[in-house]
């Protein structure tokens, strides 16, 4: 049955919203039996780097990064808290999270009383398994999307030479290549070196089709260098075939394989790193780059599908032209600098007047378990905000709608078109 009144629409708009259970596209999180990989609890949240950032706008010349990172993970949450928690009001987004997420944890009392220690006893009592069952309930989450970096280290003694069990049904894999854009061959080499591969293009694509074949990923990913061009098939042609650079890498490596493997290649733009090296992880800036290097591989290999997101506001227009034009492409979230409330907002209404249901309107890329909580809550405010108005305005113009319709259209956005662009 239709719905009959503005007010009706707003009301199962806002609650389906609320309600849906989310593909989260693109996070950094680990299952537990990955050890520390998997960030979760109090300390953790208040040493997100957004938040550290903003410490260091604040804190005293005294402490300077290199003092701050040389100390006890609790000693910096304590710094972060008593500058950004006690001494001003957690205002900001990444503030303003921490909030939320303890909130919704139950935690509201502690929080009045701005009782940082019994807050840690609380979190003392968790078990990472039950902690992990417990955030996805609330954050209501189907499964997440990890970042998983076969050049690291500390993260492929998870999987190599004997892979633990991954919990699939909740946690997915993704490839992440920086490292071949941005044409790191010291870091590729070692990984080379360590399954006793040679130091070829052909051996790259050896190398990444044994990490195929044992993290299983979804898609490849990777952050798109600010400097690197689309290359032309002339300036290709004139490589020696032994060069080594990101362009053969893009060209011969990981494309062909994106194509052999039927594996998308989720791509990053506008973020240059690090613009301040001594702010660690939150040193990273944001640039405007081309959307037409974009533009170039889709059309280039029609083949080969594309997840994309940009970090500029100024690109996000152009983007969803692109999307419009482009079968091989999918658009995902809302990324980092513009995982703000004003500026979700803005794209949001952009994508959805541009694209309708064909995008993912968001992705948490949380680093730590519990920031699922707030990240989704956050966005979903937003994000059912704008759709409300989209069915006012549909409905005003004389279409009927029935929630069993919305709902449809918001599985769409918060996973359902990913996993139809994913099958197509
Ligand atoms: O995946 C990325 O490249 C970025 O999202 C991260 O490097 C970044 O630090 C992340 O935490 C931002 O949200
Ligand atoms: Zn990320």
Excluded at 10 to 24: I, M, P, Y
Excluded at 159 to 182: C, I, M, N, S
Aim: charged residues 25%; glycine residues 4%.
């Amino acid at each position: 049955t239709p719905l009959k009144s503005e007010e009706a629409i707003r009301s199962a708009v806002k609650n389906l919203v609320e309600e849906v259970h989310v593909v989260d596209v693109h996070t950094h999180l680990f299952p537990p039996n990955h050890g520390k990989l998997m960030l979760w609890g109090i300390d953790e949240l208040l040493t997100y780097h957004y938040l550290v950032a903003e410490y260091f706008i604040t804190a005293p010349a005294t402490i300077t990064p290199e003092k701050f990172f040389a100390l006890e993970k609790q000693a910096q949450a304590d710094l972060v808290w008593d500058s950004l928690f006690i001494q001003r009001s957690p205002i900001s987004e990444a503030c303003r999270g921490v909030i939320t997420t303890l909130t919704e944890l139950g935690l509201g009392e502690l929080v009045e009383r701005r009782d940082l220690n019994e807050v840690r006893k609380w979190f003392a009592k968790q078990t990472p398994e039950g902690y992990v069952d417990k955030v996805f309930e609330l954050a209501k989450i189907k499964y997440v999307l990890t970042t998983n970096i076969p050049f690291e280290k500390k993260e492929t003694v998870h999987w190599y030479p004997k892979a633990k069990e991954f919990d699939t049904h909740r946690f997915q894999t993704g490839l992440r290549v920086d490292q071949l854009l941005t044409g790191n061959w010291e870091s590729i080499k070692e990984a080379l070196d360590e399954m006793g591969i040679e130091h070829t293009i052909e051996g790259v694509k050896k190398l990444l089709e044994k990490w195929i074949t044992i993290m299983k990923p979804k898609y490849f990913m990777a952050a798109v260098p600010p400097t690197l061009e689309f290359p032309s098939d002339e300036e290709m042609s004139t490589y020696a075939p032994s060069t080594i650079n990101s362009a053969t890498l893009l060209r011969r490596v990981l494309l062909p394989l994106a194509e052999q493997h039927h594996l998308p290649i989720a791509l990053k733009f506008d973020s240059v790193r690090p613009i301040n090296p001594a702010l660690r992880e939150g040193g990273d800036g944001v640039v405007t780059t081309k959307v037409s290097t974009l533009q170039k591989l889709c059309l280039n290999y029609p083949k080969v599908k594309f997840l994309a997101t940009f970090l500029a506001r100024v690109n996000q227009h152009e983007l969803c032209v692109l999307a419009n034009k482009f079968g091989n492409l999918h658009i995902y979230g809302c990324w980092w600098y513009c995982n703000n409330p004003s500026i979700v907002e803005e794209i949001t209404r952009i994508r959805v007047e541009l694209l309708g249901t064909a995008f993912t309107s968001q992705h948490s890329d949380a680093r730590v378990l519990d920031q699922l909580i707030y990240k989704w809550k956050h966005s979903k405010a937003v994000i059912g905000g704008v759709l409300q108005d989209m069915y006012v305005k549909l409905f005003h113009a004389g279409w009927s709608l029935t929630r069993e319709e919305i709902q449809r259209d918001v599985e769409r956005l918060f996973g359902g078109a990913y996993e139809e662009f994913m099958e197509k």
